[in-house]
C-alpha cells in the first residue's frame, strides 16, 4: 500500500499501481480520510530530522466480506504505523474501510498492537 504520492520517479508511480501494493478499498475512504493520512504522513517524513518507517496495510476482521469472482478479501479496517527512527516516537492510524471513516488523533504503539496482536517495532525502542 505504499503511495503513488511517495514514489521518487514515474516509473515507481506506475509501479505503485501493481496489483500486489493494492487492496479493495472504499474509494471515498480512499479519497478523502486516507488520502489525508498520507499527506499528513508524507509532510511529516519530509521535515524528520532522520529516517522515518512507515507501515501500511489491511486488517481482516471477522466478518470481512470478499469481491470479484476470485473472492479477494476486503479489509475490514487499514492501517498506517509511523516510527521516527530519531525520536524513537511511534504512532499509528487504524481506520474502518468504509465511507464514514472519520480522522481522529493518532493512537500510540502500544495500542496498535494491542488492537492488532502484531508487533512490528519488536526489538526497536519506543518512547
Known sequence: MA???NAPSPNAIAQ???LSNMVPQDPVNNQKVWNKVEQDTRKYVMRAAGDVFVFSGPLFDAGHGTVGRNNVYVPTRLFKLV???TSKRAWAYVLPNN??????????YRDFVQQTGWK???GLEVR
Open 3 to 5: 503511495a503513488a504520492g
Open 16 to 18: 505503485s499501481f501493481a
Open 83 to 85: 516510527y521516527d527512527q
Open 99 to 108: 465511507a464514514e471513516a472519520r480522522l481522529g488523533r493518532p493512537m500510540p
Open 120 to 122: 512490528l517495532l519488536e
